[in-house]
């Protein structure tokens, strides 16, 4: 979809709800996109309050559905909030590592109406897959999973996070998806929000592995003649000249709600220094037409040179308003990866290092104590 931008552009609905139900998980990936402050962690929604999101998202005209977190497995009531969704003619979609899923639990799921199953591996292989997860056997449970997923009768969609340490094993993980008869498979490098951003620099692969990995993918693809998975490849945008459109526009598409109900038009923008709105005081209604932090980037008035006059910004939209914070401390500024922008050279310093730091010092994502949470398990 393209939007054609002006001074003060209609609001259109939110076509996509991501509903992140918990910031718990059992795994402790340092490339994790959730936030190094999960101060949410302990206060999550309980469940009415999700079914209240869930109807006015829905009156709203959201149709997409995903569940996340953390891993939303850990909620006990998730089936009773993908039933709830699933009545008011959601399409729901679960992302999980799939620790903590049981052949009880997705016939349950089935059962409520679950359409979609995402289903993400840290490596092809054990050693590897637990190595990044930080936790024992969980490679083994996955692949139990992604059975269950084909017995019950879901497309298989696999996501693995491709980084500097398993970058060079890509057509492992191309047969493994064969083998396990995959529909769709994401080979997603790593975007560096949260704590994938504290690991950048060992996260990171070089222009050269990601040249190397490319020419392995189309390889795989030609031999494969239109057979087995379709694979997706995404790209790292730092080594790009353009940005990525992030969030299709700010406030124009995505909405995301946090496990203690804090709304955002991405999951990353708690870290700008705005301030959002939660849906334990305002309606979702009020909070995407009229907060301020929802109305800040919409259109382009909020632009600076060179986006401001620039004939691509209906395409990207000057970009992500996270990276640019992340990257250059102001987050009005033009994205840092597009070629125009005068702070281009710092994406060169960053590719310039990949490579060069190793894994010491990798920080694995973990959440300090555990939560209480009001939901109903039944
Ligand atoms: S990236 Fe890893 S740690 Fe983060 S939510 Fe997913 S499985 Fe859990
Ligand atoms: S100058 Fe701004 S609008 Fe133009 S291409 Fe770069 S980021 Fe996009």
């Not at 931008?5 to 718990?24: D, K, S």
């Not at 800040?296 to 008035?301: A, P, Y």
Request: glycine share 6%.
């Amino acid at each position: 979809m393209t939007i054609s931008l002006n001074e003060t552009p209609p609001i259109t609905p939110p076509l996509w709800l991501l509903a992140e139900i918990t910031y718990q998980c059992p795994l402790h990936c340092p490339y994790c996109s959730n936030p190094i402050n999960m101060e949410e962690t302990f206060n999550e929604l309980p469940t009415e309050q999700w079914e209240s999101v869930l109807t006015q998202a829905r009156e709203m005209g959201a149709v997409q559905l995903g569940f996340s977190g953390g891993e939303p497995l850990l909620r006990k009531d998730l089936e009773r909030l993908v039933a709830y969704a699933r009545k008011l003619g959601f399409y729901t979609n679960l992302i999980t590592s799939g620790i903590g899923m049981t052949e009880k639990r997705i016939a349950k799921l089935k059962a409520a109406g679950l359409d979609h199953i995402q289903l993400s591996f840290q490596a092809a292989n054990a050693e590897a897959n637990d190595l990044i997860g930080n936790k024992r056997h969980s490679f083994e449970q996955k692949m139990k999973i992604a059975k269950l997923v084909k017995k019950y009768d879901y497309p298989m969609v696999l996501n693995f996070c491709i980084t500097a340490q398993n970058i060079h094993e890509i057509e492992e993980v191309m047969d493994l998806s064969t083998r396990l008869n995959a529909d769709f498979v994401e080979l997603a490098t790593v975007q560096y929000y949260g704590w994938a951003y504290e690991n950048r620099d060992h996260l990171l692969p070089t222009k050269d592995q990601l040249t190397q990995a490319e020419r392995v993918i189309n390889s795989y693809r030609d031999k494969q003649d239109g057979r087995g998975p379709k694979f997706i490849f995404v790209a790292p945008d730092y080594y790009e000249q353009r940005p990525k459109a992030c969030m299709n526009g700010w406030g124009t598409t995505f909405l995301t709600v946090t496990p203690d109900g804090s709304a955002l038009p991405c999951h990353s923008a708690k870290i700008l220094p705005l301030t959002f709105p939660n849906v334990k005081q305002r309606s979702l209604h009020d909070i995407w037409h009229h907060d301020f932090s929802f109305n800040h980037f919409r259109g382009d008035s909020w632009m600076p040179s060179p986006c401001k006059t620039c004939d691509e910004k209906d395409k990207d939209f000057g970009g992500c308003r996270c990276q640019a914070y992340m990257l250059t401390g102001d987050m009005y500024k033009t994205d840092p990866v597009c070629s125009k922008s005068p702070d281009h050279h710092i994406m060169k310093s960053i590719t310039d290092k990949a490579g060069t730091v190793g894994t010491g010092n990798l920080k694995y994502r973990q959440v300090e104590r555990q939560i209480k949470v009001d939901v109903i398990d039944d």
